[in-house]
């Protein structure tokens, strides 16, 4: 097995591991260099795929994503996400009117306010609303659908062998690899690296599995170490610091990607992600 496993993010249902990998190996492999880092291998690195899990299937004269509109954003989760976003895109872009200038309810009408607001935002640009809502809904279904979050969990722990050092996670994927790790008994990971990580919203954390008491589980053994790493722009990651979360024993880190602030790409090629990466791949 690899001794590296990658786990994407939201919006991939249309990709699948080869392609994915085509861009995550030679960013990761950038960020180890950055770190001088040790040389992977053609097998060291795997990608743990969900995302067709989230690919509706096809139809007659009708294949590919919803036509979602901002009438499909649902009052509960998927609402109290969408609001989480635009918070959190107003504090970092002054282009984007914050929630608290509209005096409007939180009704059907509100999450149009919402989404046009987002629109505007240079965290969102290049997304349609139809992207956008789906994003949305894939997060939340996660969360929320037990048959979804069973099969994405073992994609992972499925990708994850006796050989297997590091954990590389992205966006979503650092949820279901998170609770995949402590799904796993007695595993060798030795270092899970978390990117643009929406680990630490309260929306999120109180739905995790294991649920927290009241911090959250520590996803290995005591020689796990655990980094998790943020753009400060990155809208997903609404909090940076992860310790108050899971505790001091992880390692939270700051890193600034330009324009790209929730690119897993950007993510990658960062020398304080390689310096995490290489830390697993050292450790005995």
């Known amino acids: 097995?690899?001794?590296?496993?990658?786990?994407?993010?939201?919006?991939?249902?249309?990709?699948?591991?080869?392609?994915?990998?085509?861009?995550?190996?030679?960013?990761?492999?950038?960020?180890?260099?950055?770190?001088?880092?040790?040389?992977?291998?053609?097998?060291?690195?795997?990608?743990?795929?969900?995302?067709?899990?989230?690919?509706?299937?096809?139809?007659?004269?009708?294949v590919g994503d919803p036509l979602y509109t901002a009438a499909d954003v649902a009052q509960g989760p998927e609402t109290e996400l969408?609001?989480?976003?635009?918070?959190?895109?107003?504090?970092?872009?002054?282009?984007?009117?914050?929630?608290?200038a509209n005096t409007l309810a939180r009704t059907p009408r509100s999450v149009q306010t919402a989404l046009r607001a987002l629109s505007a935002s240079r965290f969102f640009s290049g997304l349609t609303?139809?992207?956008?809502?789906?994003?949305?809904?894939?997060?939340?279904?996660?969360?929320?659908?037990?048959?979804?979050?069973?099969?994405?969990?073992?994609?992972?722990?499925?990708?994850?062998?006796?050989?297997t050092r590091v954990v590389v996670a992205h966006s979503l994927g650092s949820v279901?690899?998170?609770?995949?790790?402590?799904?796993?008994?007695?595993?060798?990971?030795?270092?899970?690296?978390?990117?643009?990580?929406?680990?630490?919203?309260?929306?999120?954390?109180?739905?995790?599995?294991?649920?927290?008491?009241?911090?959250?589980?520590?996803?290995?053994?005591?020689?796990?170490?655990?980094?998790n790493i943020a753009d400060e722009g990155d809208v997903v990651a609404l909090v940076k610091d992860l310790r108050p979360r899971f505790g001091e024993r992880m390692t939270s880190v700051i890193v600034h990607n330009g324009a790209h602030a929730h690119d897993a790409t950007a993510y990658l090629t960062d020398r304080l992600t390689g310096k995490a990466i290489t830390g697993g791949l050292d450790a005995r």
């Open 1 to 62: 097995m690899a001794s590296v496993v990658a786990v994407h993010g939201v919006g991939k249902q249309l990709l699948g591991e080869d392609g994915l990998l085509k861009d995550w190996r030679p960013a990761l492999l950038d960020g180890l260099r950055r770190a001088d880092g040790p040389e992977l291998g053609p097998g060291d690195l795997s990608m743990a795929f969900y995302g067709d899990l989230f690919r509706p299937p096809g139809r007659t004269l009708a």
């Open 176 to 227: 279901v690899a998170y609770e995949a790790l402590c799904a796993l008994n007695g595993h060798g990971v030795r270092a899970l690296v978390t990117l643009g990580s929406p680990l630490g919203m309260r929306m999120v954390f109180d739905r995790l599995s294991p649920a927290p008491e009241p911090t959250g589980a520590w996803p290995g053994g005591p020689s796990l170490a655990w980094t």
């Open 82 to 100: 969408l609001y989480a976003w635009w918070e959190a895109a107003a504090a970092v872009d002054d282009r984007v009117v914050p929630p608290d």
């Open 129 to 163: 609303l139809r992207l956008l809502v789906s994003d949305l809904k894939q997060t939340t279904r996660y969360l929320l659908d037990p048959d979804v979050r069973r099969e994405a969990r073992q994609r992972v722990t499925d990708a994850i062998g006796a050989d």
